[in-house]
Nanobody, 122 residues
Framework: QVQLVESGGGLVQTGDSLRLACAASGRTFSSYAMGWFRQAPGKEREFVASISWSGFPTNYADSVKGRFTISRDNAKNTVYLQMNSLKPDDTAVYYC???????????????WGQGTQVTVSS
């Protein structure tokens, strides 16, 4: 079992960068696959990135590939999402998720945090 708390969101301008963090509690954190999803107003929650328990492989949505990087620090029980070259289309609530496998993460069947708001202005 794991509890997740996201942080690092905010209001930025096009081209800026943000680093989101997801702090996890639970003794088995290092065995969990992790991921990030996002949801904009009036839209469905969409996949952003995922990472295995070992850090490899990682997966990215085509819309963020080359701009976003997911990483994890198991010693700190934290997963990160580095977001560069932000665009207005990146505006959404970003959610952290954890599951026993990347399949669980991709299927949206894992545990979820409360979300953190990212707003990118033109």
């Amino acid at each position: 079992q794991v509890q997740l708390v996201e942080s690092g969101g905010g209001l930025v301008q096009t081209g800026d960068s943000l680093r989101l963090a997801c702090a996890a509690s639970g003794r088995t954190f290092s065995s969990y696959a992790m991921g990030w999803f996002r949801q904009a107003p009036g839209k469905e929650r969409e996949f952003v990135a995922s990472i295995s328990w070992s850090g490899f492989p990682t997966n990215y949505a085509d819309s963020v590939k080359g701009r976003f990087t997911i990483s994890r620090d198991n010693a700190k029980n934290t997963v990160y999402l580095q977001m560069n070259s932000l665009k207005p289309d990146d505006t959404a609530v970003y959610y952290c998720t954890a599951g026993r496998s990347v399949t669980v993460v991709a299927s949206r069947l894992g545990s979820w945090g409360q979300g953190t708001q990212v707003t990118v202005s033109s």
